[in-house]
Structure formats: C-alpha cells, structure tokens
C-alpha cells in the first residue's frame, strides 16, 4: 500500500514537473527568467482610477527588470505627461486609456492599443514593452489587507477633502501603519505640489512596502493573493508568467529597486517630456553594464535624530569609507529611521554607504540634476 502511494505521488510531482517545464519554455516572461543572462523583462504598470463612469490611468509606471543583474528599474511615467492624439491635439496621458476604452469597449482591446501608443510616443526605438498589467483601487487595498499593514514615515501634514469624489485625506505627521484604504489615500495624495512630489511618495512607498511584506510566512497567504489578481486585474502576462515574478522576488532586495522619473518640465497645465533627456538619464543608463566608478561620491548628510553630533559622527564614517561630505547639519523635523537617498546611476552607492554607517533603508531614485550623489537623512535608528 505504502508503495503504491509513494509510486503515486513521484507520478503526479513528475506531471506537474513536465508541465511546469513545458508552461515555462512557452511564457516569455517565465522563459526570460529562466534563462537568466542579459534579458530584460518590460511591463506597463497601469494604476486605474474610476470617475465619473470612466477609466484613467491614476498611476503609470514601467518595470524594466535586468535578469541577470536583478535590477528592478522602475519609470514613473507623469499622469500631466504631454501627448498627443487623434489628429494631434494635445491631451494628458492619463486621458488616453478612457479614450480608448470608450471607443473599443473592452478592457482587454483597450490595454493593448494603450500599451502600443507608449511603446510608440514614449520609448520607440529605446525599450519594447510587450506586457502590461492593468490594476483597480480594490485590488491594490485588498493586497495591501493581505500583505498587513505598511509602516511609513510622514514628514508633513497631508490633509485634503474632495467631496464630490469622496475622498477625504488627512495623516498628521509621524510613524503610521497604514491598512488597505489608508495606504490607497497615502498614494494618491497630491497635497500643494506637483504630481512629481507625489510620483516620490509613490517610490519611497514602494520601497517600505517590500520591506513589509517580506514575513516568514508570507507564502501562506499565496492563494488570498492569486484570488485577489485573478478577480481584479487585466493583464497578459498570463498565470504562469505571474507566478515565475513572483517566485523571482521572494526575498528581493530594495536595495536592488533603480527609480527614474521621465524627464521633462512644466509647460501651461502638462509636463513637457524630454527624449533627448530620456536618452541619456534613462536608457543608457539602464542599458550599460557599468565599470566601477573612479572618482568619489559626494554626500551631505542632515541630522533628524535628535540625537546632538549623529551628523559629525556620521560624517567621519562614511569620509573614512572614502566619501566626499561636502555638507552636513541638523534637519527640519524628526525622523525615527535614517534614509539613505541614492541619486546616482549606481545602485551599489547607497549599500557602501549604509555599510559605512551601519543602518538606514535605501531609495535608489536617479535624480540628473543633483548637486550631490547622496543625501543621507539621519534617523534616531542610528548608532554613532
């Protein structure tokens, strides 16, 4: 008897097994991260809003990731971005997906000529983007309820009231653990400043979101998950294509996160996106295989601890790990956590840096128009 079982089970791992390998070999995405080496997997994050019947891209962002480096870069695409459409007039982006989906009347249709027109207006001839992955407010509070509740740090006020949309906001400042629906109104707070500001809080987020949800026992949850991207998502990545992802970043570092935004400038109402600046900010950057860097990094570092000389004493460590501190000094507000903001193209910066210092989460945010490579924000976290 137990023979025969033990036959039966070695059969049924060898089916799953074969099919398993045969699923992998015909997913692009699955078969990209099998093979490893150089390949880059592109996908269109596409955050829908519901107003007034009609769906926007609240939030737009692409996920390159480097297989072999495994760097998740991730291109905050501006929902004020300048496009233009049907005829040449001028439009936001976030416009184009309700558009579409008013005249093709299908999610599915819509998502694909939504991806083609930013394959072709955004990134033709630099990145091929074949998958997208199309998420509601309901999906994205669900997850968060699954995952449990993420902490992050306010450093102001954010207070806001839409009533005709329902949207009420209001987070004073210090450490919260926020559930599904506070989380949802934590992104989309845009407060007095631009959606760049809020594209920021988005990254940061992103960041202590992996670092919440990485728990021992986060695999228990898998099915509440698969139910939950099964009944609130559109893509065509497919099934096994999501569970290679997801099997892909178990475990995977934030340190490993590269964040752009696409550049551009404030023209009337819209941002003005720059290729020629996207050329050399972005796409080269993510497409080098970088030497290391000869010259040294310049940091400042701010002092947020309240802690008297955390900044000096920060200040000698990472000048002998062989830093540049050019500047160095107390900071505006409190802040419970140091945060190491890494604005360079190179990714291992910021993990020399919190080497040097011992603690401190890390943002990989590329920034061309930095004056220094890092700026580190001293928390109370930290032992000099």
């Known amino acids: 008897m137990k023979q025969n079982i033990s036959r039966?089970?070695?059969?049924?791992?060898?089916?799953?097994?074969?099919?398993?390998?045969?699923?992998?070999g015909r997913n692009p995405v699955s078969r990209a991260l099998s093979l490893r080496g150089d390949r880059k997997v592109n996908?269109?994050?596409?955050?829908?809003d519901a107003v007034e019947a009609s769906k926007h891209t609240d939030t737009l962002m692409l996920l390159n990731y480097s297989v072999g480096e495994r760097v998740l870069n991730i291109i905050a695409i501006p929902r004020d971005t300048l496009v233009r459409?049907?005829?040449?007039?001028?439009?936001?982006?976030?416009?184009?997906?309700?558009?579409?989906?008013?005249?093709?009347?299908s999610d599915r249709e819509a998502a694909r000529e939504f991806l083609n027109f930013v394959n072709n207006n955004l990134f033709s001839g630099q990145l091929e983007i074949r998958h997208y992955v199309q998420v509601d407010y309901e999906f994205f509070t669900r997850l968060v309820d699954i995952l449990g509740k993420i902490r992050?740090?306010?450093?102001?006020?954010?207070?806001?009231?839409?009533?005709?949309?329902?949207?009420?906001?209001?987070?004073?400042?210090?450490?919260?653990?926020?559930?599904?629906?506070?989380?949802?109104?934590?992104?989309?707070?845009?407060?007095?400043?631009?959606?760049?500001?809020?594209?920021?809080r988005q990254q940061k987020f992103i960041v202590d979101w992996f670092k919440s949800a990485r728990k021992p026992l986060i695999f228990l949850q898998l099915p509440r998950?698969?139910?939950?991207?099964?009944?609130?998502t559109n893509t065509n990545i497919g099934l096994w294509g999501i569970a290679g992802l997801m099997f892909e970043f178990r475990g995977f570092e934030t340190d490993n996160i590269r964040f752009f935004t696409l550049p551009g400038k404030f023209y009337s109402q819209y941002w003005q996106y720059n290729p020629a600046a996207a050329e050399e900010n972005i796409f080269k950057i993510i497409a080098a295989t970088r030497a290391p860097r000869e010259t040294t990094y310049l940091v400042e570092v701010w002092n947020a601890s309240g802690k008297t000389g955390a900044a000096r004493a920060a200040r000698d460590a990472l000048i002998k790990s062989g830093f540049n501190v050019v500047e160095?000094?107390?900071?505006?507000?409190?802040?419970?956590?140091?945060?190491?903001?890494?604005?360079?193209?190179?990714?291992?910066?910021?993990l020399v840096a919190r080497n040097a210092l011992g603690s401190g989460d890390i943002i990989n945010r590329y920034d061309?128009?930095?004056?220094?490579?890092?700026?580190?924000?001293?928390g109370e976290d930290y032992e000099p």
């Open 225 to 232: 998950i698969v139910s939950a991207f099964a009944k609130n």
């Open 152 to 200: 992050v740090e306010i450093s102001e006020p954010m207070k806001y009231d839409d009533f005709a949309g329902n949207l009420h906001i209001d987070f004073s400042t210090g450490v919260r653990h926020l559930d599904g629906k506070e989380a949802l109104k934590y992104i989309r707070y845009r407060g007095k400043g631009s959606d760049i500001r809020r594209i920021a």
């Open 328 to 350: 160095w000094g107390n900071y505006s507000v409190y802040q419970q956590r140091t945060v190491i903001n890494n604005m360079c193209e190179e990714v291992s910066a910021g």
């Open 368 to 378: 061309a128009s930095r004056t220094v490579d890092i700026s580190i924000i001293i």
């Open 43 to 48: 996908i269109l994050l596409m955050g829908m």
């Open 8 to 24: 039966y089970a070695l059969t049924v791992f060898a089916v799953i097994l074969v099919v398993s390998i045969i699923m992998t």
């Open 85 to 105: 459409y049907e005829g040449g007039r001028p439009r936001r982006i976030n416009e184009i997906y309700a558009l579409m989906r008013h005249k093709t009347s």
